[in-house]
């Protein structure tokens, strides 16, 4: 079992948006904001999409925003398309100094 | 580009020693940590811990602290990851990750398949 939850899955059609939940506890996700999500491909390593929350890095679509409330941080990707069908998964620091990641949510375009 | 590449597939029995390598490329080597990750099979992730490639500093899970070596060679920018006493529930991929330099990580190695069997 994952420290952070995540739905296994999500779908939606091309053009849709859809939103991923994570859900940590007052001592990870909503003690700090340094939330982050990443995509994975089958059998590529994982991409990172969104850091501290909000922040997308250099070349990742602005399709991709992230967000957070209290213990739960979400991932929304806006004008679904082919290629964003992956394995999207979380991850934040915690204040035991160390890191936890949610289990990972499986996005299908419909 | 900045990117890390792990040494391959490895096999072991029980109770043996298994060392990883993570070679890093297109960033400076001694400017970030490096994490190490694992994923059982039908598990999430794990956070084994990191270690500063200009000190030899190490933060290591509590889970792992008996049982993990992390170690550093500049002269070829690799991180090495080291686990001890394999037991075959350490069968998993194991990633480097670098840190990302604000409490988070970014670029990940492609893994490496451990098996654990006797």
């Known amino acids: 079992q994952s420290a952070l939850t995540q739905p296994a899955s999500v779908s939606g059609s091309p053009g849709q948006s859809i ?18 999500w990443f995509q994975q491909h089958p059998g590529q390593a994982p991409k990172l999409m969104i850091s501290d929350v909000t922040s997308r890095p250099s070349g990742v679509s602005d399709r991709f925003s992230g967000s957070k409330s209290g213990n739960t941080a979400s991932l929304t990707i806006s004008g679904l398309q082919a290629e964003d069908e992956a394995d999207y998964f979380c991850s934040s620091y915690t204040r035991s100094t160390s890191w936890v990641f949610g289990g990972g949510t499986k996005v299908t375009v419909l | ?63 792992f602290q008996d049982w993990v070596t992390m170690t550093y060679d500049t002269s070829i920018n690799t991180v090495y990851m080291e686990l001890n006493r394999l037991r075959s529930d350490d069968t998993a991929i194991y990633s480097c990750v670098r840190d ?8 990940w190695g492609q893994g490496t398949t451990v098996t654990v069997s006797s």
Request: a positive charge.
């Open chain 1, 19 to 36: 939103t991923i939940s994570c859900t940590g506890t007052i001592n990870d996700v909503g003690r700090y904001n340094y939330v982050s």
């Open chain 2, 100 to 107: 990302s330099g604000n409490y988070g990580m970014d670029v």
């Open chain 2, 1 to 63: 580009q900045v990117q890390l590449v792990q040494s391959g597939a490895e096999v072991k029995k029980p109770g043996a020693s298994v060392k990883v390598s993570c070679k890093a490329s297109g960033y400076t080597f001694t400017g970030r940590n490096i994490h190490w990750v694992r994923q059982a099979p039908g598990q999430g992730l794990e956070w084994m811990g990191w270690i500063n490639p200009t000190t030899g500093g190490t933060n290591y899970a509590q889970k």
